[in-house]
């Protein structure tokens, strides 16, 4: 079973920028299709950002432009660059995994959600 840990997470002012990373471990990281989701107080979890086991990136409308997702698959991590921060990006942002990129882009995730980490846009 995979286990996620999420961090990165604080409170910026708007504008500002935060760089959010997940270890992955307990499978092969590299062969998986990874996602950045996040949820909102009273919202349903979205997908934000997604990356493909050989780098397609796709984004939700909401963050093009603004955030970057990457991974690295030497040390089994995903990172989500998050710039140009809006008080509606305001949420608990979760990583999660899917072996076919496809049905990740559907909003599918494999893994158990971890805890998931604060993001918090405020003046």
């Known amino acids: 079973q995979v286990q996620l840990v999420e961090s990165g997470g604080g409170l910026v002012q708007p504008g500002g920028s935060l760089r959010l990373s997940c270890v992955a471990s307990g499978n092969i990281f590299s062969i998986y299709a990874m996602g950045w989701y996040r949820q909102a107080p009273g919202k349903q979890r979205e997908l934000v950002a997604g990356?493909?086991?050989?780098?397609?990136?796709n984004y939700a409308d909401s963050v093009k432009g603004r955030f970057t997702i990457s991974r690295d698959n030497a040390k089994n991590t995903v990172y989500l660059q998050m710039n140009s921060l809006k008080p509606e990006d305001t949420a608990v942002y979760y990583c999660?995994?899917?072996?076919?990129?496809?049905?990740?882009?559907?909003?599918?995730?494999?893994?158990?959600w971890g805890q998931g980490t604060q993001v918090t846009v405020s003046s």
């Open positions: 990356i493909s086991s050989g780098g397609r990136r």
């Open positions: 999660n995994q899917v072996l076919r990129y496809d049905e990740l882009l559907q909003g599918r995730a494999s893994g158990s």
